[in-house]
């Protein structure tokens, strides 16, 4: 026996496409449930009012999209892949930035280390050198005792 | 391009394809802002939601398949991001403040100025009397029953995909359905 009550309420609830309907509420074999609709009047009327009601509900009318839209999105995401293009170009001059930065330093510290060993040893030999040549002036050679005869005289006395 | 299909253009979408990326858009946008339209009513929200999302397919392809145990096809993940981008815009004051205007005016029975305030006015000199009605009874429901109304009814989705897509059970999905047919029912019923 069909509750018509119940198909009321099913027709009411989810519209006039029985085929619509969810699963769980199929109460009867969808050719048999169409049968039984068309030939109760109430349902009919029913039926009627609530395809009228899907009639006016499909009166929304989409309007056309914006022929820039996709432009604007191609554009941001131009924009969008550069930025990440940049930021990844920029990672990569960083790590060789920093790279080279730490050869700098490191050769910087190593001539600095040479120039100033070798610039000490220049100072010690120069220093060297101005002691020697001071220091010879003042010794007396051989022959000065036999050119000076001031330098005889007090030698055999 | 045109000979790969729609999985194949977003994987290569993830890999920073631009030209996969223009195809995948201009084989769909059309498609998926017909859809956000029908959510939030509003040319320029559902322009507003169509740009996030396929800014987000672009942003997020690369984690398409790798992240879910369950791959989604191409179709049903970015009906997924369409329906968020649209929440999203709801969620935002304008439209709460836009809603209530015009719930304000229907009970007052305002109907017609308070769609003025939604539709453009190019596209309000072209539409009928019924389209701003049902436009209007459209915007007074909730947003969970008015998407769950929209997915079944203008989309055409079963009960199990659109039960998925909003993330509730088969039965308060159902409920839904039951509520917001009521509510149309009754705003619109000097229509039918």
């Known amino acids: 026996m069909v509750d018509k009550k119940k198909l009321h309420c099913m027709i009411e609830n989810f519209g006039a496409d029985t085929k619509k309907w969810p699963d769980s509420s199929k109460m009867l074999h969808q050719h048999m449930q169409d049968s039984y609709l068309s030939q109760d009047q109430e349902l009919a009327a029913t039926l009627s009012k609530e395809k009228k009601l899907d009639a006016v509900l499909r009166h929304v009318y989409v309007p056309a999209i914006s022929a820039s839209l996709a432009q604007q999105i191609c554009q941001q995401i131009r924009a969008e892949h550069s930025k990440q293009k940049a930021g990844s170009l920029f990672k990569f001059q960083e790590y060789q930035l920093d790279t080279w930065n730490k050869l700098k330093i490191w050769v910087k510290s190593r001539l600095r280390a040479y120039v100033l060993m070798s610039a000490s040893l220049m100072v010690f030999i120069s220093g060297g050198w101005v002691l020697g040549q001071h220091y010879q002036q003042t010794d007396l050679e051989v022959g000065d005792f036999y050119a000076d005869p001031a330098l005889i005289m007090i030698v055999e006395d | ?192």
């Not at chain 2, 649209?86 to 304008?94: A, S, T």
Request: charge should be neutral.
């Open chain 2, 1 to 192: 391009m045109d000979d790969y299909d729609d999985d194949s253009l977003l994987l290569k979408v993830g890999a920073g394809d631009q030209q996969a990326f223009k195809t995948l858009m201009d084989k769909h946008i059309a498609r998926y802002f017909q859809i956000a339209y029908r959510f939030l009513l509003s040319k320029h929200d559902a322009e507003d939601a169509v740009q996030e999302a396929w800014m987000r397919l672009w942003r997020e392809a690369g984690k398409w398949q790798n992240n879910s145990r369950r791959p989604l096809s191409f179709t049903a993940w970015f009906y997924r991001v369409v329906v968020n981008c649209c929440l999203d815009q709801l969620r935002r004051p304008k439209n709460v403040e836009l809603n209530e205007d015009i719930a304000n005016n229907l009970s007052e029975d305002k109907v017609y100025s308070a769609s003025n305030t939604v539709l453009t006015p190019e596209g309000l000199a072209q539409q009928s009397e019924t389209e701003r009605r049902v436009k209007a009874a459209l915007l007074v429901l909730p947003v969970r029953q008015r998407i769950a109304f929209t997915l079944f009814f203008y989309e055409g989705l079963s009960y199990q995909e659109a039960a998925s897509f909003l993330g509730v059970s088969l039965k308060a999905f159902e409920s839904l359905i039951i509520r917001a047919r009521q509510s149309l029912r009754l705003r619109l019923a000097d229509l039918i």
